[in-house]
């Protein structure tokens, strides 16, 4: 769950409104008994206190910024049982067993579970001994569940990762469509859907097939100001990945998503060989292995997971420092939710993703080659048009970022095109030359197939054994572009691509021009390109290893209580079988490290534990103090 980060770190959310401590509501209560929170951050108090009353609710908030306190508050103050509707089968354990570290009477029923494991939940739910019940989507198509829910106390229905049920979103999940039935089958019962990734399209479709029309919205800024968003030209990717984790995030934890599950496993080992702690996590590994890789992950410090787009969803990990893509996302939806798993708890981290010509040849013909109709792939397109356009911009990332979601904002001074601002050149010229290169490419093909490389040479004027064999320095453009450097001959057919001049043979990835290009051919527009800035100097050139961000802001006898506490942690967590965080998040740990509270009295005080952890834990963290 993420409502920890939200009262240490900053909450991402629109509004810096805070509820007043003076005020005393049954939310408020709840919020400072069960989760140890003296006040409410942004739009919190507002959803709760709708849901409370039996309001419904879409509410679009950041990963991080304390979407599950506007669920499970409500389903503590209102009379019955919550339902949490969520695809994570897989997370569902640690759910609970969170929820459970606070005193929170909370069970699930899914697919894992044996026969007298479900009799027991369901038994319970009936006698009113569960506050919050997690159900996967799928299970609501099963009779029985519809029937034990008749018999039950709803108190309300939460539609977790509600993007799910958009078709054009990144993570479409079919079971989500049925779930308009849960108003006509229990109208009374008030419906909240949560989301932490979705366009103004993507969140009317949300609403009218949840029959969420009438509910009332509630959408918060999508900023995340401690993440800060970089897009390196790919070059030896491996190598660069190595360079961000080794000089920046060395003994951190951290995610790696590529596209392939060869990639993964591929990227996986060269991370282990490097002395880095790498798992990978793919659909192609057995049940099994997929679970114990995503437990040692969540359980353990400083674990780099190496994924596909399978892994993530949930992940309520505070402490991830990075997400890495080694491939281009299909769609910023995509990139927003898979970037947004770095830095839940606030403190900074980095999201980096390294960008080649070939991802863009690869999508567009992933896309061609899709199921679906014409109007399908077009919408594909377009999604895969605005992540290239947030790949190609001279403008702030973040400012790109958030108009994607119709949201304004000033240059963060924190991404990479705002400390290194990439230049604008004319390159009319070169695009002329390239399209004039792939004309005559086309008329010579005679069944072959020629890419960029080939382009590149004729270009250079390179005289390589596939120029002569095809006696392509006999063109009229071989050898004109030798003014201009290799990469970035690259990097402008990939502008070309971005801006759909140049289309992909669907089978073979070879190119052709497409119309867009006329009027750059004809000289009738000025064609401005980006210029790739110089690298970056490395942030850590010392070899220095960069103190643990958790502790960089304590003084060096706090840092060591910190440490100290982390350890306590660390064995409590493993002999409860639980991730850390269960425990305590880490901004709780630096805060009992600063204040060194001396007694049960004062260390009640600290944001973050409540009454259940107070009992469960005092006498613990008192005995390392």
């Known amino acids: 769950m993420d409502h920890s980060q939200l009262h240490n770190s900053g909450s991402s959310v629109a509004a810096d409104r805070v ?21 409410f951050r942004g739009e919190q108090a507002e959803i709760i206190a709708h849901v409370a009353g039996g309001g419904d609710a879409l509410v679009l908030m950041p990963t991080g910024g304390g979407k599950s306190l506007c669920y499970q508050i409500p389903s503590l103050v209102r009379a019955g049982t919550g339902v949490v509707v969520s695809p994570l089968i897989a997370l569902m354990q640690d759910q609970v067993d969170a929820l459970s570290a606070l005193g929170v009477r909370a069970g699930f029923l899914n697919s894992t579970q044996m026969p007298h494991e479900r009799q027991q939940v369901e038994k319970a739910l009936l006698a009113g001994e569960l506050d919050m019940l997690y159900l996967a989507p799928e299970r609501l198509r099963v009779p029985e569940t519809g029937r034990l829910l008749d018999q039950a106390k709803i108190s309300l229905f939460a539609i977790d990762e509600a993007h799910c049920v958009s078709q054009w979103g990144h993570d479409f ?9 849960l108003h006509e089958r229990w109208p009374e019962v008030p419906r909240i859907a949560l989301t932490a990734t979705a366009t103004a399209e993507t969140r009317r479709e949300i609403a009218s097939r949840l029959d969420l029309e009438d509910a009332r919205h509630f959408v918060a800024s999508f900023d995340r100001p401690n993440i800060q968003y970089r897009i390196a030209p790919k070059d030896k990717p491996a190598k660069q990945l190595l360079d961000l984790i080794r000089t920046e995030h060395p003994g951190e934890a951290g995610i790696v998503y590529c596209l392939s599950r060869n990639s993964v496993e591929r990227t996986a080992a060269t991370l282990v060989g490097a002395g880095i702690d790498a798992l990978p996590y793919h659909a192609g590994l057995d049940a099994r292995t997929r679970a114990q890789n995503q437990s040692r992950f969540l359980r353990e410090d400083g674990i780099v997971m190496v994924a596909t787009i399978a892994f993530g969803m949930g992940i309520d990990k505070p402490d991830v420092r990075f997400v890495a893509h080694l491939d281009l996302p299909k769609s910023v939806e995509g990139y927003y939710q898979e970037t947004g798993r770095a830095g839940r708890d606030g403190q900074p981290s980095t999201a980096w993703l390294a960008y080649g010509l070939a991802d863009v040849v690869q999508q567009r013909q992933m896309i061609e080659t899709s199921e679906g109709d014409r109007a399908h792939k077009h919408r594909l397109g377009q999604h895969l048009n605005a992540m290239l356009a947030l790949c190609e911009t001279v403008d702030c990332r973040r400012v790109q970022l958030l108009r994607y979601f119709g949201q304004t904002a000033e240059p963060c001074g924190n991404c990479d095109t705002c ?17 004039s290169t792939v004309i005559r490419l086309d008329r010579e093909r005679n069944g072959q197939r020629f890419g960029a490389g080939q382009i590149v040479d004729i270009l250079r004027g390179k005289e390589t054994e596939k120029v002569r064999q095809f006696r392509h ?16 001959w690259h990097s402008v057919i990939r502008q070309l691509l971005a801006r759909e001049m140049l289309a992909v043979d669907t089978r073979y990835g070879v190119f052709s021009v497409a119309d867009a290009a006329g009027p750059v051919l004809r000289s009738e527009q000025q064609l401005m390109l980006r210029k790739e800035p110089p690298r970056q100097a490395r942030r850590s050139g010392s070899g220095e290893r960069k103190p643990k961000v958790a502790a960089a802001d304590l003084s060096p006898e706090a840092s060591e209580v910190f440490e100290r506490l982390r350890a306590w942690r660390g064995e409590v967590a493993k002999e409860q079988g639980v991730p850390a965080y269960v425990v305590f998040h880490d901004a709780t740990l630096r805060e009992i490290a600063t204040r060194l509270p001396a007694s049960r009295d004062e260390l009640g005080t600290i944001s973050g534990i409540g009454e259940a952890k107070l009992e469960k834990y005092a006498e613990g963290v008192l005995a390392v103090l």
């Open 19 to 39: 509820t007043p401590v003076s005020e005393t509501t049954p939310e408020l209560d709840v919020l400072r008994r069960v989760f140890g929170y003296d006040e």
């Open 173 to 181: 999940r079919p079971d989500y469509l049925q779930l308009s039935h």
């Open 419 to 435: 400390l290194a601002t990439p230049e604008s050149w004319d390159g009319t010229v070169p695009a002329q030359k390239v399209l």
């Open 473 to 488: 320095h006999e063109l009229s453009v071989f050898g004109i572009g030798t003014d201009i450097a290799e990469s970035d």
